[in-house]
Protein backbone atom coordinates (compact mmCIF):
# COMPACT_ATOMS: atom_id res chain seq x y z
CA UNK A 1 0.00 0.00 0.00
CA UNK A 2 2.71 2.27 0.63
CA UNK A 3 4.07 2.23 -3.11
CA UNK A 4 2.95 5.38 -3.55
CA UNK A 5 4.61 8.78 -3.47
CA UNK A 6 1.92 11.52 -3.14
CA UNK A 7 4.58 13.78 -3.95
CA UNK A 8 5.22 12.39 -7.42
CA UNK A 9 1.89 11.64 -7.88
CA UNK A 10 -1.43 11.31 -6.89
CA UNK A 11 -3.76 8.54 -5.02
CA UNK A 12 -7.04 10.10 -5.59
CA UNK A 13 -7.98 12.57 -8.68
CA UNK A 14 -11.78 13.88 -8.69
CA UNK A 15 -13.23 14.32 -12.41
CA UNK A 16 -15.94 16.98 -12.35
CA UNK A 17 -17.66 16.08 -16.14
CA UNK A 18 -20.15 18.69 -16.15
CA UNK A 19 -21.47 21.30 -13.79
CA UNK A 20 -25.31 20.23 -15.27
CA UNK A 21 -27.34 19.03 -12.74
CA UNK A 22 -31.22 18.97 -11.91
CA UNK A 23 -30.72 20.10 -7.95
CA UNK A 24 -30.24 23.20 -6.47
CA UNK A 25 -27.86 22.54 -3.39
CA UNK A 26 -27.11 25.41 -1.02
CA UNK A 27 -23.53 24.46 -0.31
CA UNK A 28 -22.90 23.50 -3.97
CA UNK A 29 -19.10 23.99 -4.54
CA UNK A 30 -19.72 24.41 -8.55
CA UNK A 31 -23.04 26.96 -8.40
CA UNK A 32 -24.25 23.70 -10.40
CA UNK A 33 -26.70 24.95 -13.55
CA UNK A 34 -29.65 23.36 -15.46
CA UNK A 35 -27.53 24.01 -18.66
CA UNK A 36 -23.89 22.02 -20.00
CA UNK A 37 -21.63 24.42 -20.40
CA UNK A 38 -20.85 24.67 -24.22
CA UNK A 39 -17.14 24.59 -23.81
CA UNK A 40 -17.20 20.83 -22.10
CA UNK A 41 -14.19 18.39 -22.31
CA UNK A 42 -15.38 16.63 -25.67
CA UNK A 43 -15.39 12.69 -25.84
CA UNK A 44 -12.93 12.68 -27.09
CA UNK A 45 -10.76 15.20 -25.19
CA UNK A 46 -12.17 12.83 -21.79
CA UNK A 47 -10.39 10.01 -23.82
CA UNK A 48 -6.99 12.37 -23.31
CA UNK A 49 -7.60 12.91 -19.91
CA UNK A 50 -7.43 8.68 -18.98
CA UNK A 51 -4.46 8.93 -21.47
CA UNK A 52 -2.50 11.42 -19.55
CA UNK A 53 -3.86 9.52 -16.02
CA UNK A 54 -2.16 6.58 -17.59
CA UNK A 55 1.06 8.27 -17.99
CA UNK A 56 1.52 8.82 -13.59
CA UNK A 57 2.38 4.87 -14.19
CA UNK A 58 1.58 1.98 -12.11
CA UNK A 59 -0.53 1.63 -9.34
CA UNK A 60 -2.85 4.03 -10.92
CA UNK A 61 -4.67 6.67 -9.09
CA UNK A 62 -8.18 6.56 -8.39
CA UNK A 63 -10.64 8.70 -10.14
CA UNK A 64 -13.95 9.60 -9.01
CA UNK A 65 -16.11 10.61 -11.57
CA UNK A 66 -18.32 13.90 -10.39
CA UNK A 67 -19.86 16.84 -11.35
CA UNK A 68 -22.81 18.48 -11.39
CA UNK A 69 -24.56 15.55 -12.34
CA UNK A 70 -22.10 12.93 -14.40
CA UNK A 71 -25.52 11.79 -15.61
CA UNK A 72 -26.26 14.74 -17.46
CA UNK A 73 -23.94 13.57 -19.90
CA UNK A 74 -24.62 10.90 -22.18
CA UNK A 75 -21.45 9.80 -22.67
CA UNK A 76 -20.30 9.14 -19.02
CA UNK A 77 -20.58 5.40 -19.69
CA UNK A 78 -18.34 5.45 -22.50
CA UNK A 79 -15.91 7.46 -20.37
CA UNK A 80 -16.06 4.92 -17.23
CA UNK A 81 -15.46 2.37 -19.56
CA UNK A 82 -12.24 3.63 -21.46
CA UNK A 83 -10.90 4.00 -17.70
CA UNK A 84 -11.62 1.11 -16.68
CA UNK A 85 -10.54 -0.96 -19.48
CA UNK A 86 -6.81 0.38 -19.01
CA UNK A 87 -7.21 -0.89 -15.13
CA UNK A 88 -8.17 2.33 -13.71
CA UNK A 89 -10.25 1.93 -10.65
CA UNK A 90 -13.42 4.26 -11.60
CA UNK A 91 -16.20 5.33 -8.86
CA UNK A 92 -18.98 7.99 -9.64
CA UNK A 93 -21.04 10.77 -7.54
CA UNK A 94 -24.07 11.33 -9.00
CA UNK A 95 -27.19 13.08 -7.74
CA UNK A 96 -30.02 11.59 -6.62
CA UNK A 97 -32.61 12.27 -9.58
CA UNK A 98 -34.72 10.06 -12.22
CA UNK A 99 -31.84 10.55 -14.17
CA UNK A 100 -30.74 7.78 -12.21
CA UNK A 101 -32.42 4.84 -13.52
CA UNK A 102 -32.13 0.84 -12.99
CA UNK A 103 -31.08 0.69 -16.16
CA UNK A 104 -28.74 3.45 -16.06
CA UNK A 105 -27.64 1.50 -12.96
CA UNK A 106 -26.95 -1.69 -14.89
CA UNK A 107 -24.97 0.25 -17.71
CA UNK A 108 -22.67 1.73 -14.79
CA UNK A 109 -22.20 -1.53 -13.63
CA UNK A 110 -20.94 -3.03 -17.51
CA UNK A 111 -18.80 -0.37 -17.37
CA UNK A 112 -16.92 -1.64 -14.55
CA UNK A 113 -17.54 0.80 -11.76
CA UNK A 114 -15.97 0.28 -8.31
CA UNK A 115 -18.54 2.56 -6.49
CA UNK A 116 -21.28 4.54 -6.40
CA UNK A 117 -21.72 7.48 -4.32
CA UNK A 118 -24.92 9.43 -3.61
CA UNK A 119 -25.46 12.60 -1.53
CA UNK A 120 -27.83 12.05 1.92
CA UNK A 121 -27.64 15.59 4.34
CA UNK A 122 -30.33 14.15 6.28
CA UNK A 123 -32.64 11.31 7.86
CA UNK A 124 -35.91 12.77 6.75
CA UNK A 125 -36.96 14.45 3.43
CA UNK A 126 -37.66 17.45 5.47
CA UNK A 127 -34.13 18.00 6.42
CA UNK A 128 -32.49 16.67 3.04
CA UNK A 129 -34.77 17.77 0.39
CA UNK A 130 -34.32 21.52 1.79
CA UNK A 131 -30.76 21.30 1.70
CA UNK A 132 -30.92 19.87 -2.04
CA UNK A 133 -33.33 22.24 -2.89
CA UNK A 134 -35.42 19.87 -4.94
CA UNK A 135 -38.37 17.84 -3.41
CA UNK A 136 -38.38 13.97 -3.30
CA UNK A 137 -34.84 13.81 -3.37
CA UNK A 138 -34.31 12.19 -0.23
CA UNK A 139 -36.59 9.25 -1.54
CA UNK A 140 -35.52 8.85 -5.11
CA UNK A 141 -32.05 8.90 -3.01
CA UNK A 142 -33.06 5.85 -0.73
CA UNK A 143 -34.69 4.02 -4.03
CA UNK A 144 -31.20 4.11 -5.86
CA UNK A 145 -29.24 2.91 -3.01
CA UNK A 146 -31.68 0.17 -2.85
CA UNK A 147 -31.27 -0.58 -6.48
CA UNK A 148 -27.64 -0.35 -6.41
CA UNK A 149 -27.47 -2.88 -3.40
CA UNK A 150 -30.25 -5.87 -5.42
CA UNK A 151 -27.54 -5.31 -8.35
CA UNK A 152 -24.85 -5.62 -5.86
CA UNK A 153 -23.01 -2.48 -6.91
CA UNK A 154 -20.55 -1.15 -4.01
CA UNK A 155 -22.27 1.90 -2.54
CA UNK A 156 -21.38 4.74 -0.53
CA UNK A 157 -23.27 7.46 1.15
CA UNK A 158 -21.56 11.31 0.96
CA UNK A 159 -22.88 13.79 4.03
CA UNK A 160 -22.19 17.42 4.02
CA UNK A 161 -21.74 18.62 7.68
CA UNK A 162 -23.30 21.81 7.92
CA UNK A 163 -25.53 23.75 11.05
CA UNK A 164 -28.49 22.35 9.28
CA UNK A 165 -27.98 18.72 9.69
CA UNK A 166 -25.61 18.39 12.50
CA UNK A 167 -27.78 17.47 15.49
CA UNK A 168 -29.00 14.43 12.57
CA UNK A 169 -25.97 13.03 11.86
CA UNK A 170 -26.68 9.62 14.56
CA UNK A 171 -30.14 8.61 12.55
CA UNK A 172 -27.50 9.26 9.11
CA UNK A 173 -25.03 6.56 11.05
CA UNK A 174 -28.63 4.01 11.16
CA UNK A 175 -29.66 4.68 7.13
CA UNK A 176 -26.19 4.06 6.29
CA UNK A 177 -26.10 0.65 8.25
CA UNK A 178 -28.82 -0.30 7.19
CA UNK A 179 -27.99 0.37 3.55
CA UNK A 180 -24.67 -2.07 4.33
CA UNK A 181 -22.65 1.15 2.88
CA UNK A 182 -18.54 0.55 2.08
CA UNK A 183 -17.94 3.97 3.39
CA UNK A 184 -19.51 7.20 4.96
CA UNK A 185 -17.63 10.15 3.68
CA UNK A 186 -18.66 12.68 6.41
CA UNK A 187 -17.23 16.53 4.55
CA UNK A 188 -17.31 19.07 6.75
CA UNK A 189 -18.67 22.17 4.30
CA UNK A 190 -16.05 25.35 2.69
CA UNK A 191 -17.69 28.43 2.30
CA UNK A 192 -16.98 27.91 -1.26
CA UNK A 193 -19.65 28.28 -4.64
CA UNK A 194 -23.00 28.79 -2.95
CA UNK A 195 -21.80 27.84 0.66
CA UNK A 196 -22.05 30.14 2.98
CA UNK A 197 -19.34 30.93 6.45
CA UNK A 198 -22.48 30.72 8.59
CA UNK A 199 -23.33 27.45 7.36
CA UNK A 200 -20.13 26.07 9.69
CA UNK A 201 -19.98 24.53 12.52
CA UNK A 202 -17.61 26.47 15.19
CA UNK A 203 -14.09 24.83 15.90
CA UNK A 204 -15.57 22.96 18.71
CA UNK A 205 -18.01 21.77 17.19
CA UNK A 206 -16.03 20.07 14.75
CA UNK A 207 -14.07 18.87 17.09
CA UNK A 208 -16.98 17.34 18.87
CA UNK A 209 -18.16 15.68 15.67
CA UNK A 210 -14.98 14.22 14.84
CA UNK A 211 -14.67 12.54 18.18
CA UNK A 212 -18.07 11.53 17.83
CA UNK A 213 -16.79 10.16 14.42
CA UNK A 214 -14.22 8.40 16.13
CA UNK A 215 -16.71 6.97 18.81
CA UNK A 216 -18.90 5.41 15.34
CA UNK A 217 -16.52 3.54 14.89
CA UNK A 218 -17.87 0.77 17.47
CA UNK A 219 -20.38 -0.43 14.79
CA UNK A 220 -19.67 -1.94 11.09
CA UNK A 221 -19.79 1.29 9.49
CA UNK A 222 -16.57 2.52 8.10
CA UNK A 223 -16.03 6.30 7.69
CA UNK A 224 -13.67 9.19 5.99
CA UNK A 225 -14.31 12.67 6.98
CA UNK A 226 -12.93 15.10 4.02
CA UNK A 227 -12.28 18.89 4.41
CA UNK A 228 -11.15 17.99 7.85
CA UNK A 229 -8.08 15.97 8.21
CA UNK A 230 -7.78 16.79 11.92
CA UNK A 231 -9.94 13.52 12.13
CA UNK A 232 -6.47 11.87 11.42
CA UNK A 233 -5.27 13.93 15.06
CA UNK A 234 -8.27 13.02 16.81
CA UNK A 235 -7.70 9.47 16.46
CA UNK A 236 -4.15 9.28 16.87
CA UNK A 237 -4.84 11.02 20.48
CA UNK A 238 -6.96 8.93 21.23
CA UNK A 239 -5.74 5.50 19.95
CA UNK A 240 -3.09 6.44 22.79
CA UNK A 241 -5.43 7.03 25.67
CA UNK A 242 -5.56 10.86 25.10
CA UNK A 243 -8.85 12.69 25.42
CA UNK A 244 -9.21 16.14 23.21
CA UNK A 245 -11.45 18.65 25.05
CA UNK A 246 -15.18 17.69 24.21
CA UNK A 247 -17.97 20.47 24.21
CA UNK A 248 -22.22 20.16 24.32
CA UNK A 249 -22.37 19.02 21.30
CA UNK A 250 -20.22 16.03 21.35
CA UNK A 251 -22.17 14.73 24.40
CA UNK A 252 -25.62 14.93 22.70
CA UNK A 253 -24.50 12.66 19.45
CA UNK A 254 -23.21 10.30 21.79
CA UNK A 255 -26.01 9.81 23.81
CA UNK A 256 -28.37 9.58 20.64
CA UNK A 257 -25.67 7.11 19.48
CA UNK A 258 -25.87 5.09 22.51
CA UNK A 259 -29.37 5.15 21.66
CA UNK A 260 -29.07 3.67 18.17
CA UNK A 261 -26.30 1.22 18.87
CA UNK A 262 -29.01 -0.09 21.42
CA UNK A 263 -31.52 0.04 18.41
CA UNK A 264 -29.75 -1.66 16.26
CA UNK A 265 -28.62 -4.40 18.56
CA UNK A 266 -25.09 -3.37 19.22
CA UNK A 267 -23.87 -4.14 22.27
CA UNK A 268 -21.43 -2.33 24.42
CA UNK A 269 -18.27 -3.70 23.23
CA UNK A 270 -19.23 -2.27 19.90
CA UNK A 271 -19.59 -6.27 18.63
CA UNK A 272 -22.21 -5.77 16.15
CA UNK A 273 -22.54 -8.61 13.30
CA UNK A 274 -20.66 -6.36 10.36
CA UNK A 275 -17.74 -5.73 12.93
CA UNK A 276 -16.20 -9.83 12.28
CA UNK A 277 -15.41 -8.56 9.11
CA UNK A 278 -14.40 -5.13 9.53
CA UNK A 279 -11.49 -3.96 7.97
CA UNK A 280 -11.00 -0.35 8.46
CA UNK A 281 -12.50 2.42 11.02
CA UNK A 282 -12.54 6.21 10.41
CA UNK A 283 -9.98 6.70 7.96
CA UNK A 284 -6.46 7.27 10.10
CA UNK A 285 -3.48 5.63 10.38
CA UNK A 286 -3.24 2.42 9.33
CA UNK A 287 -6.27 1.92 8.46
CA UNK A 288 -6.78 1.56 4.68
CA UNK A 289 -8.58 -1.14 2.72
CA UNK A 290 -12.84 -1.10 2.41
CA UNK A 291 -14.70 -4.26 1.64
CA UNK A 292 -15.04 -3.26 -1.96
CA UNK A 293 -11.03 -3.09 -2.24
CA UNK A 294 -10.91 0.81 -2.55
CA UNK A 295 -8.05 1.78 -0.40
CA UNK A 296 -7.04 4.54 1.38
CA UNK A 297 -3.82 6.59 2.39
CA UNK A 298 -2.54 8.66 4.93
CA UNK A 299 -1.57 12.57 4.74
CA UNK A 300 -3.57 13.41 1.41
CA UNK A 301 -5.08 16.59 1.60
CA UNK A 302 -6.53 19.52 -1.14
CA UNK A 303 -2.73 18.99 -3.62
CA UNK A 304 -1.46 16.42 -1.54
CA UNK A 305 -1.99 13.40 -3.20
CA UNK A 306 -5.58 14.38 -4.62
CA UNK A 307 -6.52 17.17 -7.35
CA UNK A 308 -9.80 17.97 -9.46
CA UNK A 309 -9.98 18.38 -12.65
CA UNK A 310 -12.82 20.93 -14.04
CA UNK A 311 -15.55 20.44 -16.53
CA UNK A 312 -13.51 22.37 -18.69
CA UNK A 313 -10.33 21.02 -18.35
CA UNK A 314 -8.99 23.43 -15.24
CA UNK A 315 -6.71 21.56 -12.82
CA UNK A 316 -7.15 22.95 -8.66
CA UNK A 317 -5.53 21.42 -5.91
CA UNK A 318 -9.50 20.50 -4.86
CA UNK A 319 -12.70 21.07 -5.91
CA UNK A 320 -13.21 23.61 -2.92
CA UNK A 321 -9.83 25.14 -4.09
CA UNK A 322 -10.40 26.45 -6.92
CA UNK A 323 -7.25 28.16 -8.09
CA UNK A 324 -6.12 27.06 -11.16
CA UNK A 325 -2.76 25.34 -11.88
CA UNK A 326 -3.24 24.88 -15.34
CA UNK A 327 -5.34 22.93 -18.27
CA UNK A 328 -5.19 19.38 -19.33
CA UNK A 329 -5.84 20.90 -23.21
CA UNK A 330 -2.76 22.63 -23.12
CA UNK A 331 -0.45 20.93 -19.95
CA UNK A 332 -0.47 16.98 -19.01
CA UNK A 333 -1.86 15.75 -15.69
CA UNK A 334 1.74 14.81 -14.65
CA UNK A 335 3.47 18.21 -15.14
CA UNK A 336 1.00 20.17 -13.65
CA UNK A 337 1.18 17.82 -10.52
CA UNK A 338 4.88 18.06 -10.38
CA UNK A 339 5.43 21.91 -11.63
CA UNK A 340 2.94 23.91 -10.99
CA UNK A 341 3.86 26.32 -7.97
CA UNK A 342 0.43 25.62 -5.75
CA UNK A 343 1.15 22.05 -5.91
CA UNK A 344 4.67 22.43 -5.01
CA UNK A 345 3.35 24.42 -2.06
CA UNK A 346 0.90 22.37 -0.63
CA UNK A 347 3.23 19.35 -1.02
CA UNK A 348 5.15 20.35 1.35
CA UNK A 349 3.99 21.02 5.12
CA UNK A 350 6.95 22.97 5.86
CA UNK A 351 5.65 25.61 4.19
CA UNK A 352 2.38 26.29 6.17
CA UNK A 353 1.55 28.78 8.32
CA UNK A 354 0.08 29.90 11.68
CA UNK A 355 -0.24 26.85 14.11
CA UNK A 356 -0.41 24.56 11.17
CA UNK A 357 3.19 25.43 10.12
CA UNK A 358 3.86 24.83 14.37
CA UNK A 359 1.31 21.41 14.36
CA UNK A 360 3.30 18.24 15.15
CA UNK A 361 0.49 16.64 12.98
CA UNK A 362 1.27 18.71 9.85
CA UNK A 363 2.45 15.89 7.46
CA UNK A 364 -0.50 13.27 8.94
CA UNK A 365 -3.22 16.44 8.91
CA UNK A 366 -2.29 19.59 7.73
CA UNK A 367 -5.44 21.13 7.82
CA UNK A 368 -8.23 22.15 4.88
CA UNK A 369 -6.31 24.32 2.29
CA UNK A 370 -9.06 24.99 0.43
CA UNK A 371 -11.04 26.55 3.73
CA UNK A 372 -7.93 28.02 4.94
CA UNK A 373 -8.31 29.93 1.66
CA UNK A 374 -12.47 30.42 1.85
CA UNK A 375 -11.74 31.87 4.78
CA UNK A 376 -7.80 34.22 4.33
CA UNK A 377 -7.49 34.39 1.04
CA UNK A 378 -4.12 32.51 2.18
CA UNK A 379 -4.22 28.88 1.14
CA UNK A 380 -1.10 27.71 3.07
CA UNK A 381 -2.59 29.65 6.39
CA UNK A 382 -3.52 27.54 9.55
CA UNK A 383 -7.09 25.50 9.43
CA UNK A 384 -9.79 28.56 10.62
CA UNK A 385 -11.99 25.28 12.63
CA UNK A 386 -9.31 23.70 14.76
CA UNK A 387 -9.07 24.29 18.26
CA UNK A 388 -6.16 22.20 19.19
CA UNK A 389 -2.85 23.57 20.16
CA UNK A 390 0.33 22.02 19.13
CA UNK A 391 2.82 20.95 21.44
CA UNK A 392 1.68 17.78 22.92
CA UNK A 393 3.43 14.87 21.06
CA UNK A 394 6.68 14.67 19.04
CA UNK A 395 6.34 15.19 15.43
CA UNK A 396 4.93 12.75 12.92
CA UNK A 397 6.13 12.07 9.80
CA UNK A 398 4.87 9.53 7.22
Known sequence: MHNFDIREKPFIIFWELTRACMLACKHCRARAQKERHPDELTTEEAFSVIEQITEFGETYPLVVVTGGDPLMRDDVFEIVSEATSKGIRTAIAFSGTTLATREK?????????ARIAISIDGSRAEIHDYFRGVRGTFE?????????KELEISRQINTTVTTFNMHDLPNLVKICIE???ALWDVFFVVPT??????????????????????????????????????????????????????????????????????ELGIDADGKDEGLKN????????G???????????????DGRGMFF?????????????????????ETS????????????????PEKLKGKCGRCEFRYLCGGSRARAYAMTGDYLAAEPRCIYRPGRFELIKL
Do not use: C
Open 287 to 301: RSLAADGIRRMMGIT
Open 105 to 113: LERMKDAGI
Open 309 to 329: ISHVGEVYPSGFLPIVAGNVR
Open 179 to 181: KEV
Open 140 to 148: TSMNILDMA
Open 278 to 285: KSIVAGAH
Open 333 to 348: LKEIYSESKIFQDLKD
Open 193 to 262: GRAKAEYMPTAQQFEDILNWLYDVKETSLNIKSSAATHLRRVEYMRDKGVQPEFGELYYELRAKLDEIED
